[in-house]
């Protein structure tokens, strides 16, 4: 959504959004409060009209449908919200329904449809109960049979885990995986939690200030982040900063009797190499290990690392290449006085 205009009354909410979630796949938008994630989502099904530019979802240019095509095309485009939005007069199985009313559909058919959906959804048991007699867990899980009422080919989830504990979150989440998985839909979601980006999602955005200012495969996004922003989210969600004492005394530039404080990321084969051990004895520098924890995302392990490189500038600088050169993302963090 772009709003060239400059008026004080105008917000932009998003501007020079490009983003495009291939077939079948999960991604993820993440942002901080406020940065655009609900406007995008719901510029997808046009509950918000982008000013200009397009949307195109399963082929269809949404933005130029008449409102009865653009209401069919909303069939297609399942949602799911962070406080589920079920009607608490109808019970289970005439909330998921209710959309299969909406579009007319018979009875009987509508039972053929919904009760497969509530077993997907481990909700067999529980089709005559009404929300109110439901967990926050059970909730989502009727809102996503009702979001799947109409065999949708794309999943938007705003938000859908942030009303959860963790465990229900990731029962939910292992739910939305399975789905992708046995449906070959297509989940664009938007979250603050990168729990939930590690845990489900194949590529992920980070929006901010209304623009997407960076993209990347979710085992690339959490090895090394392209931006300060990625970088802090990626921070607070494995809590490794340099001790406080540490960080106080780092200096930007290097100078006569300081030694780097690094940051080193490392994925693949590097995880079970001793690549430390190795430095130490073939570069001649000592390493002080500050901080270490090794991720699984997805199918990848990664180990994540802060330490101190200890020795003459010019054998921590060859250090520093020597990690690089076996694939380590090596960030330096700053610079500290020698004690010795
Ligand atoms: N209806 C509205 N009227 C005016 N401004 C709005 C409206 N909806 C959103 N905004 C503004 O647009 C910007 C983006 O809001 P949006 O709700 O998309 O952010 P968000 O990333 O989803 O935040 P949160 O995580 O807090 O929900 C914010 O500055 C917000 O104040």
Same mark, same amino acid.
């Given at each position: 959504?772009?709003? %060239? ?20 796949? $999960? /991604? ?8 655009? *994630? ?7 099904? !046009? ?32 949602? +799911? ?18 959309? !299969? ?8 058919? +509508? ?10 959804? @481990? ?7 009404? %929300? ?11 809102? $996503? ?41 297509? +989940?664009?979601? +938007?979250? /603050? ?8 999602? /194949? ?19 959490? =090895?090394?982040?392209?931006?300060? !922003? ?11 900063? %340099? ?9 930007? *530039? ?48 990664? @180990? ?11 054998? =921590? ?11 380590? /993302? ?11």
């Amino acid at each position: 959504m772009d709003r %060239p205009k400059a008026d004080a009354n105008v917000i932009v909410a998003l501007k020079n959004v490009d983003l495009h979630v291939p077939q079948g796949s $999960i /991604h993820g938008v993440i942002g901080l409060s406020g940065a655009g *994630k609900s406007t995008l989502i719901r510029c997808v099904n !046009l509950l918000e009209r982008p000013s200009s530019g397009s949307v195109v979802v399963d082929g269809q240019e949404m933005t130029r449908l008449s409102s009865s095509d653009l209401n069919q095309a909303r069939h297609r485009i399942g949602m +799911i919200f962070q406080h589920f939005n079920l009607l608490t007069s109808r019970n289970v199985f005439d909330n998921v329904a209710l959309p !299969l009313e909406l579009m007319g559909m018979k009875r009987a058919e +509508i039972r053929e449809r919904v009760m497969p959906l509530l077993d997907l959804t @481990g909700l067999a048991d529980k089709t005559r109960q009404y %929300p109110a007699q439901l967990s926050g867990g059970q909730k989502q899980r009727v809102a $996503i049979a009702r979001a799947l009422a109409s065999k949708p080919r794309v999943l938007l989830c705003d938000e859908a885990t942030s009303a959860l504990d963790p465990q229900t979150t990731g029962s939910i989440l292992e739910l939305l995986r399975d789905i992708n998985q046995q449906l070959g839909l297509t +989940i664009l979601l +938007i979250t /603050h939690e990168m729990e939930v980006v590690k845990s489900i999602c /194949h590529r992920v955005s980070l929006i901010s200030g209304g623009e997407l200012v960076e993209e990347a495969d979710v085992g690339d996004f959490f =090895t090394a982040p392209r931006t300060r !922003l990625g970088r802090e989210f990626l921070n607070d969600f494995l809590q490794l900063e %340099p001790p406080k004492a540490l960080v106080e005394r780092l200096e930007a *530039k290097a100078g006569a009797n300081t030694h780097p404080v690094v940051r080193l990321a490392f994925s693949g084969d590097a995880v079970s190499t001793p690549l430390i051990s190795r430095l130490a004895r073939e570069c001649e520098v000592d390493v002080s290990i500050l901080q270490a924890k090794v991720e699984s995302i997805q199918e990848r392990t990664l @180990g994540l690392m802060i330490a101190e490189l200890l020795g003459p500038a010019e054998k =921590t600088r060859q250090a520093i290449d020597y990690l690089e050169a076996h694939d380590l /993302h090596v960030e330096v963090l700053g610079h500290v006085q020698r004690d010795d």
